[in-house]
């Protein structure tokens, strides 16, 4: 049996660096030109200040506190979200000393803002973390059904029902563009999720914000029943109503980063009559917290704690707090925490590389027949393109000597540039959409990096070959190049090649910037260079020295060469070898078409490895560096003994 888990925190701090405000003489003085390029000063903001408090298993604990009081921020913490800050003071685990990482293995989150893939129905996003994130459930078997036997979809449809998902459990989640379930519909599918996994300690960020009266008490009755479970359920609520108060079982109040209270809701509203804030009756508690004890608008009725600014009356409600008996009883509670020890089983495990391999590929398959109006747009804008290139250069072979060297020239040039630039564009625009949810997927342990990756690659590489496949048959035959089947099969091959290329710098670009308008800004940057040095523009042979390297870098230059080579080798007109001539005059290099069409996926690969460390790059953030090492130590921490300061009677 696992033992519940107690989370307790001494002296946690939590502070960023700011832009430090700068003087209107300072300005004034320095030239605009040096303050862009000088470091801007710093400042640190402390946003959360020496917390000290616990949450309980078995109990239902509400954060509450104004906007901006530090809610969101100390979940995150907690939850192991944090991508910048110092954070200081301890965390302990039933008296495990921990961090931020070790919880990130107990525990689930649902955040503020719920990213889920928009082309999933809610029956697949739940049934993606039964699949993905095995659990022992608590879930009531069958009589003699053994656990082995569990079946899965037995989760699934008790989540839906538990949150009364049936009327939606077939509709797709959608998105801004595409629309799907309701707001609430999309919260409750969030919760869901986690609640299939049985998770013992489960941390929500507004649950019910956005939710009707009847939705958010359905979602505030489960979350009590989980607790009720021995879980630990920590959720932050914006303004519940006087209901969903009824259910919480514990408080915790923050105002300007510091505690003003933590308890038993019980002890919530006397705790604050002795303060002199009496809860008027009939009236919602939170209410009367919000109205009346954390901003000074009706202070002045009050002669116990004359309080001019909010700042001055948290500092005010803080020290009370800690100077109160209540703040002692829960420094007890700190002190001698709950000392069994957690359990392999509820560390966050995943399943089989194979299996996470297996459920990838299988979605973004379904996903891209549900929505086959992407994929039809590649092939038709493959064909199309193919067949306005061959009417361009129609029969350029039946023309005369100088129109047929400038007008391949300006074909095979093409060919490699718009296959190259084509996939690029397409994949930097998909991935900007799908980046998020890759992030919050993989953050919240559905599958790792290398099953992402590499199922991401098994999808698209169907569509890397056919469309420059469909293109090169629409255009190489109308143009005139020369008419032998290894020859168009070179060009084929090469277009691939260009085109895996630009697949591979898509990945690249979308996974190491966030933002889709940075990538469309540098874009010109990164390929103009390129298709300057590509052979047609420029002699690259000639052209001036110290630039001549960025053609060794040009995935165009490679494809050009290799296709001007296949097309121009031999190549007779009117009796005369013009072909072998004007291959002298372009100075693409010395290598051979083989070399050069290596060269090209040699590109791509270096593309695809630099790929797959801007994905490791992103996935850094969030649960921090967290590699191997990290991972077993935060483990044998959770798994070991007690902190010895928890061992003796008179502890910490
Ligand atoms: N990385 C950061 N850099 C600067 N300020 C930050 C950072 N993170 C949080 N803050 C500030 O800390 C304060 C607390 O933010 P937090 O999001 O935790 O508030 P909250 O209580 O959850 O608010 P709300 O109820 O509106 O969601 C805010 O003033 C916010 O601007």
Not at 128 to 139: E, Q, T
Not at 569 to 592: E, K, P, T
Not at 595 to 621: D, G
Request: proline fraction near 5%.
């Amino acid at each position: 049996m696992a033992a519940p888990l107690q989370i307790s925190f001494k002296d946690l701090s939590y502070s960023v660096d700011v832009p430090a405000l700068r003087t209107v003489s300072h300005t004034r003085r320095v030239p605009a030109i040096k303050r862009v390029f000088t470091k801007q000063p710093t400042t640190p903001k402390t946003i959360l200040h020496d917390l000290t408090g616990t949450f309980r298993p078995g109990r239902f604990t509400a954060i509450l506190g104004p906007s901006g009081s530090g809610k969101t921020t100390l979940l995150n913490l907690l939850a192991g979200q944090l991508t910048t800050g110092t954070v200081t003071g301890n965390i302990w685990v039933n008296g495990r000393q921990t961090t931020a990482q070790g919880l990130h293995m107990l525990a689930g989150y649902v955040h503020q803002d719920d990213v889920i893939l928009p082309t999933q129905t809610v029956q697949e996003a739940i049934d993606m973390s039964v699949i993905l994130r095995p659990c022992i459930s608590h879930l009531p078997l069958p009589i003699a059904m053994h656990e082995h036997d569990r079946p899965d979809t037995d989760l699934c449809g008790l989540a839906i029902s538990t949150f009364e998902l049936e009327g939606c459990k077939h509709t797709v989640v959608g998105d801004s563009i595409t629309k799907g379930i309701s707001g609430g519909e999309r919260k409750r599918t969030a919760i869901a999720m986690e609640y299939v996994t049985d998770t013992h300690i489960l941390f929500l960020d507004e649950p019910t914000s956005g939710l009707d009266a009847h939705s958010a008490l359905l979602v505030a009755h489960q979350l009590k029943r989980i607790a009720m479970n021995s879980r630990t359920v920590v959720a932050v609520l914006h303004q519940p109503s006087s209901e969903v108060f009824a259910l919480v079982d514990d408080l915790m109040v923050l105002s300007e980063g510091r505690i003003v209270y933590l308890g038993e809701r019980h002890a919530f509203i006397p705790y604050f009559d002795n303060l002199g804030f009496p809860c008027p009756t009939y009236s919602n508690p939170a209410d009367h917290l919000f109205n009346t004890v954390l901003f000074p608008t009706h202070f002045s009725q009050h002669d116990t704690l004359p309080l001019e600014t909010s700042t001055t009356r948290s500092k005010i409600l803080a020290n009370a707090w800690a100077g109160s008996p209540d703040a002692v009883s829960v420094k007890c509670l700190v002190d001698r925490p709950e000392l069994r020890p957690p359990t392999r089983s509820q560390l966050r495990r995943t399943v089989s590389l194979s299996k996470q391999l297996h459920y990838l590929v299988g979605r973004s398959t379904r996903n891209a027949l549900r929505n086959p109006l992407v994929l039809y747009i590649r092939l038709v804008q493959s064909a199309i393109l193919g067949l306005l290139f061959g009417f361009l250069f129609l029969n350029t072979n039946k023309r005369s000597a100088a129109i047929q060297t400038q007008n391949f020239s300006g074909a095979l040039f093409l060919s490699c540039a718009a296959q190259y630039m084509l996939t690029l564009l397409a994949v930097v625009n998909a991935f900007a959409s799908e980046r998020p949810v890759f992030v919050r997927e993989w953050q919240a342990g559905y599958y790792g990096l290398t099953a992402y990756f590499l199922a991401k690659n098994i999808v698209e590489l169907p569509i890397q070959l056919c469309s420059p496949a469909l293109y090169s048959v629409c255009a190489y035959w109308l143009i005139g190049f020369q008419r032998t089947a290894a020859k168009f099969f070179i060009y084929m091959v090469t277009c691939i090649a260009l085109s895996v290329c630009g697949f591979a710098f898509g990945i690249t670009l979308g996974a190491a910037f966030s933002s889709l308008s940075v990538i469309l800004a540098i874009l010109p940057a990164a390929i103009i260079p390129f298709l300057l040095f590509g052979g047609l523009f420029v002699n690259t042979g000639s052209s001036t020295v110290w630039l001549r390297w960025i053609q060794w870098l040009s995935p165009i230059k490679y494809g050009y060469a290799a296709l001007s080579q296949n097309q121009y080798a031999g190549y007779v007109i009117d009796g005369m070898a013009v072909g072998n001539m004007y291959l002298d005059n372009l100075q693409l290099g010395g290598f051979s078409i083989g070399v050069n069409i290596l060269f090209v996926f040699i590109l791509a690969f270096v593309l695809w490895c630099a790929s797959f460390l801007a994905l490791w790059r992103l996935t850094m953030h969030g649960r921090g560096a967290f590699n191997r090492n990290t991972r077993r130590q935060v483990e044998a921490d959770l798994l070991g003994p007690p902190d010895p300061c928890f061992s003796t009677p008179d502890a910490a």
